[in-house]
């Protein structure tokens, strides 16, 4: 199985700047895409940034311009969200959800795979 361990939250004044970061460890020849989701007391999880395998990302509206999601240039399952010009309504719990894991005996045996969920960062912007 696979290890997700999320880390870089904090507190930061609006217009702040923090860099997420998500780690995946174990098991793991592919990952079809690292995305980043948050969620706030009485809402629904949203979806905020994803990156594929090729690299491609794609953003929620609310954050382009603004947020940047990338991989490490060392370890393609270390992926990280940098989020700039922070405002308040960005507050939230982050996750990092990995679509789509599959070994190398998933992938040569054609498995389907399996979805992951990190445990959370907490991110606070204050006005």
């Known amino acids: 199985q696979v290890q997700l361990v999320e880390s870089g939250g904090g507190s930061v004044q609006a217009g702040g700047s923090l860099k997420l970061a998500c780690r995946a460890s174990?098991?793991?020849?592919?990952?079809?895409?690292f995305n980043w989701y948050r969620q706030t007391p009485g809402k629904e999880r949203e979806f905020v940034a994803k990156?594929?395998?090729?690299?491609?990302?794609?953003y929620v509206d609310a954050v382009k311009g603004r947020f940047n999601i990338s991989r490490d240039d060392d370890n393609v399952n270390l992926v990280y969200l940098q989020t700039n010009n922070l405002k308040p309504e960005d507050t939230g719990v982050y996750y990092c959800?990995?679509?789509?894991?599959?070994?190398?005996?998933?992938?040569?045996?054609?498995?389907?795979?399996?979805?992951?969920w990190g445990q959370g960062t907490q991110v606070t912007v204050s006005s």
């Open positions: 174990g098991n793991i020849f592919l990952v079809d895409a």
């Open positions: 990156i594929f395998r090729n690299d491609t990302a794609e």
């Open positions: 959800f990995l679509k789509r894991i599959r070994s190398y005996s998933d992938y040569m045996n054609r498995r389907a795979g399996y979805d992951a």
